[in-house]
């Protein structure tokens, strides 16, 4: 079974740019998760997609930060104007729903702002 | 609230030593969700274990097995015989029904075994 697919991995930008990431679940999962991970600290979730509504975006910096899941699979994660605090792992991640299932995690997209 | 604490920011350990990773955990919830993941250099969390606050009963799984208490609300993890391709990150993390599957992480433990 494939995995969370997650592009690019690694992208470098100049602080003002815009970036995006995207996702694709498991095959079949309903629930989808952005997750940033800071060097040195545990993943913080952002925003979280039951199909193609939001669920919980109460930690999703929407003045730069947007996120959507238009035909409830695959996901786009943007960032306008990105700043060097920004700086981090974004990690997606899905599962089959909302119940206690096992969330699993992709590889992540690495974003450095210079 | 719900919040993971992993007090071991650092281990660094032999090859064969057994190691232990504590964690533990507040929620004023009866429905949780207790989970370990592993983060190798590549930087994938990878899933290891999921269990349920109904069901305590410890569980090993070849050289990993895990130790959970509710009466001290810890979940904590031990790796026998440690070997070298077990040097990662390993985080505790925590969801409740009513949060909908969202994970509340620890800090993590950065485990370093030496050959």
């Known amino acids: 079974e494939a995995g969370v697919a997650q592009s690019p991995r690694y992208k470098i930008i100049e602080k003002r740019q815009s970036v995006a990431f995207w996702c694709n679940p498991i095959s079949g999962h309903a629930t989808l998760y952005w997750y940033q991970q800071i060097l040195g600290q545990g993943p913080k979730l952002l925003i979280q997609?039951?199909?193609?509504?939001?669920?919980?975006d109460s930690q999703l910096p929407k003045d730069r930060f947007s996120a959507e899941r238009l035909k409830g699979v695959d996901s786009t994660l943007k960032i306008q104007p990105a700043k060097l605090e920004d700086s981090a792992v974004y990690l997606c991640a899905s599962s089959l729903d909302r119940g206690g299932n096992t969330i699993y995690f992709g590889e992540g997209s690495w974003l450095t702002v210079v | 609230a719900q919040k993971v604490t992993q007090a071991q920011t650092e281990i660094s350990v032999v090859e064969k030593e057994d190691v232990t990773l504590d964690c533990v955990y507040e929620t004023r919830d009866t429905t949780y969700y207790l989970f370990w993941y592993k983060q190798p250099p590549s930087g994938e969390l990878v899933f290891l274990i999921r269990?349920?606050?109904?069901?305590?009963q410890n569980e090993i799984s070849g050289r990993y097995s895990w130790n959970f208490q509710k009466s001290t609300s810890s979940f904590n993890f031990t790796i026998t015989a440690s070997q070298v391709v077990d040097s990662a990150v390993y985080f505790c993390?925590?969801?409740?029904f009513g949060a909908g599957n969202m994970l509340t992480f620890g800090g993590g433990t950065r485990l370093m075994v030496k050959p």
């Open positions: 997609f039951q199909n193609n509504g939001v669920v919980d």
């Open positions: 993390a925590l969801s409740y």
């Open positions: 269990r349920n606050s109904f069901d305590e």
